[in-house]
């Protein structure tokens, strides 16, 4: 008989903890968030050993908390899934220690999860009917990748970064412009009341024009010699026109570059994934440019596409199904690449 699978995902790979409890992979009972970006923020950004111990602090609350409010007992739970990488080292321990002890004392399976597939699969609890293939845009604070999801877990690396992930170049270029941690939503506000074709920041040129790949340290880099020529010839900075054109320079790269996966692919829809995918530019504009081509674009709610461990429950469900589980053995991998086991 047919029996639901409830899945209590578990993620600490940077500076939130969370858990979830999700079954069939696309039903969220729960998901509790708990961020620490209010004690990093002071610093400018993550500290790595700060993160780890808050994690130690909260995860036994919030596991407790995702349990509760999706009223099931642990004795209810068919499998853990964790994030083991990538991430921060001392993080990422934090919540697979502590999910082997539940997995181990309940008698239940493990399955360790790569954490930019668990960001995928926020679009399986977004879409029900969601499924493989599809072209997918993977815009993190640590990756950018354009993919061609065959198969559930299954990916053609179709363009990546060759430097600086978006959202890194997002919070870098938020902090020169004094806006502070995490500049994505900062920028993503400011930008708003800016006007985005007054300065003209560079695109990436690559050699073979064919190339999916981004580049975003460039961009950076031309964003603040523009800052420090003002600074030196004593000029005012309008930040918010600074936002606007900084943020119109890598939206219109990634949508240029998702429109040309999805004609290679002949795709008429695609997913967009992690937390830049939150940005409500890269949202219009790449929902307009996909109405235009007859492409279908899905992005996650706000919440789903920041960390969370409702996409760490969804993307272990479809690891299970495709019989993978994890032993107790398993150890952290800060540099799990997409697609590695
Ligand atoms: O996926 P995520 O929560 O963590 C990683 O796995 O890296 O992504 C965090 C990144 C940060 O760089 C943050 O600045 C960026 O996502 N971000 C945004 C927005 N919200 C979060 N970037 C641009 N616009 C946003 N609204
Ligand atoms: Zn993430």
Known sequence: M????????IESSCDETSAAVVVNGRQVLSNIISSQINIHKKFGGVVPEVASRKHIEVISIVVKEALEEAKVNLSDIDAVGVTYGPGLVGALLVGLQYAKGLSYALHKPMIGVNHIEGHVSANFIQYKNLRPPFV???VSGGHTYLVYMKDYGKFEVMGQTRDDAAG??????ARAIGLGYPGGPKIDKLAKKGNP?????PRANFHDSSSLDFSFSGLKSSVLNYLNQKKMKGESINRADV???FQKAVVSVLVDNSM???KLKHADKMAVAGGVAANTCLRDTLIGRGHDNDINVMFPDFVLCT?????IGSAAYFEYMKGVTSPLSLNAVPNLKLGER
């Open 260 to 262: 040309k996966a999805c």
């Open 168 to 173: 890194e170049a997002y919070d870098k270029v």
């Open 136 to 138: 997918c845009l993977i």
């Open 243 to 245: 936002a606007a054109s």
């Open 307 to 311: 960390d969370n461990a409702a996409m």
């Open 197 to 201: 074709d007054i300065i003209q920041f």
């Open 2 to 9: 047919y029996r639901d699978m409830k899945i209590l995902g």
